[in-house]
């Protein structure tokens, strides 16, 4: 640019004008003439680029880019011998800060220990609790008219970032102290000061942050805000949903059976294989229900021959429609036009009911006459996209806990669960009343109940899984199954949306608002990953005031709001995980939900697959693509950020720390999102699931060994013997397994051994023994009750995030040069065959 231009070029040009020379790029010390002298200070930071220099083989001095070819561009084992000490001298000196931490509240909680009974406490508040409901009126309004203004005061009062630090230390204190109380008041006085900290968050953004004076700043600015706005109010919402889960226990039935009512059993399937229908049709039929007042129905879309014979075989009803008008929806409602039962359960083709599912449920339909719905948890015996490529351990929760677990429990309070399509039962004349399954939208379960609250009806959640299927093989068949849902809750908010119309309470509203509006992540998070780079690449102050500032203001609001859910969500989501989830899906949503707010008409109902196999590990380039440009927007980012720090001009070295800092939690978080997309390998024919059972097994010559079982499938079964037996390979045996009033034999043959552990597969098998194998492991009672969760901790889950995503990057690292080597092979040889 020419210099008489200077003066009116844009600020964000100085700043690119302003980067320092390589020369100047010396890691951990800035030119000396920019800094203070302080004697311990520099010793300490020489002292520290001396060991990291000693550890990378660096003789200094020495110029950035040969730091950075050391770090990243070394030999595989010295590169890991190296920077694996660096990252760890990282770790023990953030270690040093929580002990730290630690060893300053533990005297506060020691005194508190000795002079406070929280369980105690937490017992009365909950008494206390339960008489607010019985609160007149008067009183209600008096609570209000004192809370209200006294709220507003604590939100707008404005401090200095000294003053609000102390403010928000004294809130953090009052969290720590309810977060160690039992009960639900404890969890939802930790909601109510999280809801403090994020109002006086937003009050200080509004008033005191935006760059009202620069135009092209504050354009971004509101950029980021809307985003924060967003983020907000979903985190309110789900305040409200999971404050008070009801935790609904079952109903009882008539002790007269020939009281209980009819059912039909709808399994809808259109192009699933029959290895994965089988186990579903085999299980309802033995469900526990009189066999005259249960009625099978099998509803084929793809009219597969296969299929029709196996229901002849099975002796269940087959009905297929001469067309596939509105997808699932419409081939249920085809079947409500033949069967006659007073109550529908329906199964996807996958989900294997236990036999007391229909004993469990059907009470509340008599208890409760308005009952229209009763929900049971969506439960998955196959591991899920996440928990096979992340390699997740047991105890950490699966990504759809939160919903089917949390969110649903606590909309049940409200009177707002909703049908999720599958692990349910519905009633024949309030389905009907209005007008069948739900075909406006595309997910038709969550609109028809929308639908039956508009009439006043209520719905039930149980939160004990009592059926269980196959989670989807891959991320991308995940991505497409979440863009399904995600398009049809918009579509929904459109043209259903629960703030117009009758019939709802205010509670029901928030919670469908809530659900809809949580899908619409897919752009604030975008913003979120890429709002560093405004300040790090063009100097743009989105927050326009200082580091001190924004971190008294939101800091706190990050950790009560951390507390706040680790305490309501620890046994169904761990600490940090939600932003893995919705970064992995933020890319593929956003087009999708914002086409469907603007058109709900647009879009497909899409088929999720199930059953299928990953036959070898590999990266899903096509799903991975997105997650590696966010990378390496992110990566550069961060180098524009330690130049700025190096700058000889920069004059705002605190803003620079703090978008770094931002810079790497995102890479943090896309790590593990990149490394969610290499496909693991999985080669069973038939999911194997983890169960311990009490087992005989006899030999030839009628010997009898008691041996546990440590999984099963459809196909075989794992068992581990007691001390002093051994098994011949191909050996053929009995085994006898329990079922609920007795045991049954099944033939089988050894496979293979190792150990003590044996691995048997059955053989000559009917359609009678399949049936009862099903009744013995799969829809045994109890079978899906899911195994417990470890306790939520942010500080371990943060460590398992990092740990993941170094792993991630580290397999992409190795996989990098293979690939580069393999697309130059592949032009030179076109080159070659070019004529």
């Not at 008033?207 to 971004?220: H, Q």
């Not at 590696?628 to 705002?652: D, K, M, Q, T, Y």
Request: glycine share 6%.
């Amino acid at each position: 640019m020419r210099e008489q231009d200077s003066a009116v070029a844009p600020r964000w040009v100085d700043h690119w004008r302003n980067l320092p020379n390589l020369k100047w790029w010396w890691l951990f010390v800035l030119p000396a003439n920019q800094r203070k002298a302080i004697p311990i200070l520099d010793s300490l930071a020489l002292r520290l680029r001396a060991w990291v220099a000693s550890q990378l083989g660096v003789e200094q001095p020495a110029p950035m880019h040969l730091w950075l070819w050391r770090v990243f561009v070394l030999p595989q084992a010295y590169q890991y011998q190296n920077t694996k000490s660096l990252l760890q001298f990282m770790a023990r000196g953030i270690g040093h800060l929580k002990r730290l931490c630690q060893q300053l509240w533990a005297p506060v909680q020691s005194w508190l220990d000795a002079r406070v009974d929280r369980a105690a406490l937490g017992k009365r508040l909950d008494g206390l609790a339960l008489t607010l409901p019985t609160m007149t009126l008067s009183l209600r309004l008096l609570v209000a008219f004192v809370c209200l203004p006294l709220l507003g005061l604590i939100v707008s009062t404005p401090l200095q970032p000294l003053d609000q630090a102390l403010f928000a230390i004294l809130m953090i204190g009052l969290a720590m102290f309810a977060r160690q109380m039992p009960g639900k008041t404890a969890r939802v006085f930790l909601l109510t000061l999280s809801l403090v900290a994020t109002l006086r968050y937003l009050w200080w953004r509004v008033t005191a942050t935006m760059p009202v004076g620069e135009p092209v700043d504050l354009f971004f600015a509101l950029i980021l805000f809307a985003a924060e706005l967003y983020a907000v109010t979903i985190l309110l919402l789900g305040y409200f949903q999971t404050a008070w889960p009801l935790n609904r226990e079952e109903a009882p039935l008539p002790a007269d059976r020939n009281e209980w009512p009819s059912v039909d059993v709808y399994i809808p399937t259109y192009n699933e294989p029959l290895k994965v229908l089988r186990p579903t049709v085999l299980a309802a039929l033995g469900l526990d229900w009189p066999a005259d007042k249960l009625s099978i129905w099998v509803l084929d879309d793809g009219r597969r021959d296969n299929i029709r014979r196996f229901c002849e075989e099975a002796g269940v009803n087959y009905l297929i429609r001469p067309n596939n008008f509105h997808a699932k929806a419409g081939n249920l409602n085809h079947a409500l036009q033949y069967s006659t039962g007073d109550y529908i359960a329906i199964f996807d083709c996958d989900h294997i009911p236990t036999r007391p599912f229909l004993r469990s449920t059907m009470g509340w339909f008599l208890k409760d006459p308005k009952c229209a719905v009763v929900q049971t948890p969506h439960h998955f015996f196959s591991p899920d996209p996440f928990r096979r490529n992340l390699g997740m351990k047991d105890g950490e929760p699966a990504e759809d806990m939160l919903f089917h677990g949390l969110l649903q429990d606590g909309n049940d309070f409200w009177n707002a669960t909703f049908f999720c399509g599958s692990c349910a039962v519905i009633k024949r004349g309030p389905l009907l009343e209005v007008g069948g399954i739900a075909v406006e939208t595309v997910t038709e379960d969550a609109h028809t109940a929308l639908k039956l609250h508009r009439l006043g009806y209520n719905t039930a959640f149980i939160n004990k899984p009592q059926a269980a299927g196959l989670a989807t093989e891959s991320i991308a068949g995940h991505v497409g199954q979440r863009i399904r849902w995600a398009r049809g809750m918009i579509q929904i908010f459109r043209t259903d949306n629960p703030w117009r119309g009758p019939g709802l309470t205010w509670a029901q509203r928030l919670c469908y608002t809530s659900s809809m509006l949580h899908f619409l992540y897919g752009i604030p998070r975008l913003i979120f990953l890429l709002a560093p780079m405004a300040y790090l690449f063009f100097g743009l102050h989105l927050i326009a005031t200082s580091a001190a500032a924004i971190i008294a203001y939101i800091l706190p609001q990050l950790i009560h709001a951390n507390l706040a859910n680790s305490r309501a969500q620890g046994q169904h989501r761990h600490s940090f995980w939600s932003e893995v989830y919705e970064t992995v899906l933020a890319w593929y949503i956003a087009v999708p939900t914002t086409m469907a707010l603007i058109n709900p008409k647009l879009g497909k109902f899409n088929v999720t697959s199930k059953g299928s196999l990953v036959d070898s590990s590999f990266y899903d380039w096509g799903i991975a693509k997105p997650y590696l440009l966010l990378i390496v927007i992110n990566v550069a980012g961060l180098f524009f950020g330690i130049a700025r720090i190096l700058s000889p001009e920069n004059g705002e070295i605190g803003t620079v720390l703090l978008n770094v800092f931002w810079v790497l939690y995102n890479l943090v978080v896309l790590g593990v999102a990149m490394g969610a997309s290499r496909e693991s390998m999985q080669l069973r024919v038939s999911p194997r699931v983890n169960g311990e059972m009490s087992i005989v097994l006899y030999r030839i010559g009628d010997q009898a060994i008691r041996a546990k079982s440590l999984d099963y499938s459809m196909t075989g079964l794992g068992v581990i013997l007691p001390d002093g037996i051994e098994l011949n390979d191909g050996e053929h045996i009995r085994v006898l397994l329990p079922s609920d009033e007795d045991e049954m034999a099944f033939n089988a043959q050894v496979m293979w051994r190792a150990g003590r552990r044996v691995g048997l597969r059955y053989e000559n098998l009917t359609l009678r023994d399949e049936a009862n194998l099903v009744r013995c492991t799969f829809a045994r009672p109890g079978a899906w009750y899911a195994s417990p969760v470890v306790s939520d901790n942010a500080w371990q889950s943060l460590t398992r995030i990092n740990k993941l995503c170094w792993h991630a990057y580290g397999q992409l690292f190795q996989l990098i040069p293979a690939f580069w080597r393999s697309r130059r092979v592949r032009h030179i040889t076109s080159a070659v065959e070019r004529p």
